[in-house]
């Protein structure tokens, strides 16, 4: 088992920044590739981010367009997502997971992933 927990989220300005945090614990969280996705409200969950075990490979969602940047520290057991120039559209709920994979490339779709964390509020206004 692997439990996540998010922090960071919060209300910023549209064109500000913020970044999340997911901490990790239970089964060797290096072994996991691990990727972020967000719900809006009325919206279905949709993909983010994602960064392999050793956080060498990452593939973001084109949306992102350059804006988000994620990031692990195995050793800490933490999963970042940097969040800049923000818009009023990347208003959601946004929630970290990580998926058991057998080798060192990112996931992107939401079934592979087998742990979620309860998810962190990021409001941007305009």
């Known amino acids: 088992q692997v439990q996540l927990v998010e922090s960071g989220g919060g209300l910023v300005q549209a064109g500000g920044s913020l970044r999340l945090s997911c901490a990790a614990s239970?089964?060797?969280?290096?072994?996991?590739?691990a990727g972020w996705f967000r719900q809006a409200p009325g919206k279905e969950r949709e993909f983010v981010a994602a960064?392999?075990?050793?956080?060498?490979?990452?593939h973001y969602a084109d949306s992102m367009n350059g804006r988000f940047t994620i990031s692990r520290d195995n050793p800490k057991n933490t999963v970042y997502l940097q969040m800049n120039s923000l818009k009023p559209e990347d208003t959601a709920v946004y929630y970290c997971?990580?998926?058991?994979?057998?080798?060192?490339?990112?996931?992107?779709?939401?079934?592979?992933?087998?742990?979620w964390g309860q998810g962190t509020q990021v409001t941007v206004s305009s």
């Open positions: 239970g089964r060797t969280f290096s072994r996991y590739a």
């Open positions: 997971a990580a998926a058991g994979t057998f080798t060192d490339y990112p996931r992107t779709l939401q079934n592979e992933y087998s742990y």
């Open positions: 960064i392999s075990w050793t956080g060498g490979r990452t």
